[in-house]
């Protein structure tokens, strides 16, 4: 198995050309072309303790959602942690690849597999692409009608987190739900546009929760988590490619945010 039959998989999922103009994802360190994959190792972020792991594993590619190489480098003298992670990248021949918004625009992506994971149906774009299928967010309804209180509880069942921030909504039930991976607030406008009773991403912000508490139910549970089933994602696409091929999900845990 070559590694860029693995970038080719990854792509043919999530082509480049569903990313967002400010995004940098795809093939970030690495010469592939004839390169034998020995192992990949999936993660939302790369860093050192990352690329560690994946030298103890046997590993030479590191599949990420997050792009550690988002903004231009001008130097590599290990001064922070991206630049030391370059070098150790490369020093341990280790290709690393990110699959980023391309991955939340695509069919069957991050946003799908959140609303799978909540249940939903009937499923569509919030918002889709002009001229390529793909999208961002998506909408769709519960199969049946949830108590406030208790979708809540139940949201924080699926995404198996220890905090919900939510708005003081004037509703008492949801039916029709929105969702996006990461920072979806830009959403919010369309969200409330097709009528969803809740919505839930990422991350929101203290000021959009002004004003909408005769709109929707609005649910923030974290970057990190919202994004979590991606390596499901990652796996499911790589794992078709040969039953041989080891994969492991990075045991790092890479959320810079605590909570007590």
Not at 120 to 127: A, F, R
Request: charged share 20%.
């Amino acid at each position: 198995m070559k590694i860029r039959q693995i970038i080719c998989a990854l792509e043919d999922f999530a082509p480049l050309a569903l990313q967002d103009g400010y995004d940098n994802a795809g093939l970030q360190i690495g010469l592939p072309e004839d390169v034998d994959a020995t192992g990949v190792l999936l993660c939302l972020d790369v860093t050192e303790a990352v690329v560690d792991e994946a030298v103890s594993l046997g590993c030479n590619m590191v599949v990420s959602h997050h792009p550690l190489l988002f903004h231009p480098l001008k130097s590599i003298t290990g001064k922070d942690f991206v630049e030391r992670v370059v070098v150790k990248a490369i020093k341990n021949n280790i290709t690393l690849y990110a699959a980023h918004t391309n991955l939340d625009n695509a069919p069957f992506g991050v946003s799908h597999r959140m609303a799978k994971k909540l249940g939903l149906t009937h499923l569509t774009w919030l918002v889709p692409k002009t001229g390529i299928e793909g999208g961002s967010g998506i909408i769709g309804d519960l199969p049946v009608v949830c108590e406030k209180d208790a979708f809540v509880r139940r949201v924080k069942e699926v995404f198996k987190v220890d905090c919900v921030r939510f708005n003081n909504w004037n509703g008492t039930q949801v039916r029709r739900v929105a969702v996006c991976g990461g920072a979806g607030a830009f959403l919010l406008p369309h969200a409330v546009a097709d009528h969803a009773d809740a919505f839930i991403t990422g991350e929101i912000g203290y000021h959009r929760f002004f004003g909408h508490e005769n709109e929707l139910l609005m649910l923030e549970i974290g970057h990190y988590e919202s994004e979590q089933f991606t390596l499901e994602l990652f796996r499911d696409i790589i794992g078709k490619l040969s039953p041989d091929l080891p994969i492991f999900d990075t045991q790092i845990k890479t959320n810079p945010i605590l909570y007590v």
